[in-house]
T-cell receptor, first 111, second 116 residues
Framework: KNEVEQSPQNLTAQEGEFITINCSYS?????LHWLQQHPGGGIVSLFM???GKKKHGRLIATINIQEKHSSLHITASHPRDSAVYIC?????????????FGKGTKLSVKP | DTEVTQTPKHLVMGMTNKKSLKCEQH?????MYWYKQKAKKPPELMFV???????INESVPSRFSPECPNSSLLNLHLHALQPEDSALYLC???????????????FGQGTRLTVV
């Protein structure tokens, strides 16, 4: 079993829809990243959070440390939001702060 | 400056060639990482440098040779690669204080490597 699980694996939405991507993890963490990767491109960090909720524009990320669960929400989705969204955790134990990645959620937003 | 810059963006090399990938950041980050990413897969850790010293080598074949000549620069030297080494190579960096636990990772745009 992967230490970081994301759902769904693939998601197709119509422009304007509200989107939720979920992430569950099984290790103790000190923080969690939501990352965005466009096809063939590098990775952009959208959020890093260790508790509560963060908002940036149309993006909202929440985390429940007790339940080991995080969600990424996109309001009023747009075709330019089409990308792979990756959840990655920073384990509390272990050195060097390496990230453990989920397998990603591929989002396609249709006009 | 909150960028991690990787060069080149694309590289095609033969199996007998020697080439290098470069990663640069000027954010004062003292932890730097090389990842390899195959299509439709998450990144896989290759190497970690902490204060310019190699601290993790994830059993990477010796045809990949990392180097950290100073606190801003990370290189990955490539020699005698195989076609299965074709992938996106990503560099990342983080601030390295007493703990790395709460510091955000910054990623470069990657180098798309094709071995022919």
């Amino acid at each position: 079993k992967n230490e970081v699980e994301q759902s769904p694996q693939n998601l197709t939405a119509q422009e304007g829809e509200f989107i939720t991507i979920n992430c569950s993890y099984s290790v103790g963490i000190s923080a969690l990243h939501w990352l965005q990767q466009h096809p063939g491109g590098g990775i952009v960090s959208l959020f890093m959070l260790s508790s509560g909720k963060k908002k940036h524009g149309r993006l909202i990320a929440t985390i429940n440390i007790q339940e080991k669960h995080s969600s990424l929400h996109i309001t009023a989705s747009h075709p330019r939001d089409s990308a792979v969204y990756i959840c990655a955790v920073i384990p509390r134990r272990g050195s060097q702060g390496n990230l453990i990645f989920g397998k990603g959620t591929k989002l396609s937003v249709k006009p | 400056d909150t960028e991690v810059t990787q060069t080149p963006k694309h590289l095609v090399m033969g199996m007998t060639n020697k080439k290098s990938l470069k990663c640069e950041q000027h954010m004062g980050h003292r932890a730097m990482y090389w990842y390899k990413q195959k299509a439709k897969k998450p990144p896989e850790l290759m190497f970690v440098y902490s204060y310019e010293k190699l601290s993790i080598n994830e059993s990477v074949p010796s045809r990949f040779s990392p180097e950290c000549p100073n606190s801003s620069l990370l290189n990955l030297h490539l020699h005698a690669l195989q076609p299965e080494d074709s992938a996106l190579y990503l560099c990342a960096s983080r601030y390295r204080g007493l703990t790395l636990r709460d510091t955000e990772a910054f990623f470069g745009q990657g180098t798309r490597l094709t071995v022919v």
